[in-house]
């Protein structure tokens, strides 16, 4: 079962920051949070993980608090190609798990 | 395009058909992973292999399902006497596993499959 919460969906104006908020209250300290996202009926695409730090990109910043019980994406300035379902994952390494759990994810809109 | 690449793209098939998938993973990738999809969900896990050894399954992978990986490159997903209840898109997704614990897995974009 899935171990993040999401909220269902969420709107953003073109051209503004869309912050995604996922919890993951019971994270273990070995665990890493994903970030992929989905357009409609295409695979799912990666965007970014991380463990504790920060993490920047070139498609986005993930942005993780100090107790590691939740995480916010950042896309920085929004397209209407971001207009996706939007995954958080959280996910052990080697071998404390292997498969990736997705929930149903947050709905972004972004609006012209 | 070196990314994943699944066949078919779409599936259209009587109940009771048997029909294979193919997924061919980003070279040199040592880990292939099999999902299902249904609409409004997300991905859900079917099974995994690190090379050519089947190392999971997911209880969503009755008897009917069976999953290869021959030559630890390609796999087939193989799906026996359809159901209606099979309609999904199957999604594959390759990684490689690093000894840092990198696992990033990059998904092909499906074969959504239709029983009649």
């Known amino acids: 079962d899935a171990k993040t919460t999401q909220p269902p969906s969420m709107d953003c104006a073109e051209g503004r920051a869309a912050n995604l908020p996922c919890n993951h209250s019971?994270?273990?300290?070995?665990?890493?949070v994903y970030w992929y996202r989905q357009i409609h009926s295409q695979g799912p695409q990666y965007i970014i993980h991380g463990l504790k730090n920060n993490e920047t990109n070139e498609m986005a910043s993930l942005i993780i608090t100090e107790d590691r019980k939740s995480s916010t994406l950042i896309l920085p300035h929004a397209t209407l190609r971001d207009t996706a379902v939007y995954y958080c994952i959280v996910r052990g390494s080697l071998n404390t798990g292997n498969q990736f759990y997705f929930g149903t994810g947050t709905s972004l809109t972004v609006i012209p | 395009d070196t990314g994943v690449s699944q066949d078919p793209r779409h599936k259209i098939t009587k109940r009771g058909q048997n029909v294979t998938f193919r997924c061919d993973p980003i070279s040199e990738h040592n880990r292939l992973y099999w999902y299902r999809q249904t609409l409004g969900q997300g991905p859900e896990f079917l099974t995994y292999?690190?090379?050519?050894?089947?190392?999971?399954k997911s209880r969503l992978l009755s008897d009917r399902f069976s999953a290869e990986r021959p030559k630890g490159s390609f796999s087939t997903l193989e799906i026996q006497r359809t159901e209606q209840g099979d309609s999904a898109m199957y999604l594959c997704?390759?990684?490689?596993?690093?000894?840092?614990?990198?696992?990033?897995?990059?998904f092909g974009p499906g074969t959504r499959l239709t029983v009649l």
């Open positions: 292999f690190q090379n050519e050894a089947q190392l999971e």
């Open positions: 019971t994270i273990s300290g070995n665990e890493y």
């Open positions: 997704a390759s990684s490689f596993l690093t000894t840092s614990g990198g696992d990033t897995q990059y």
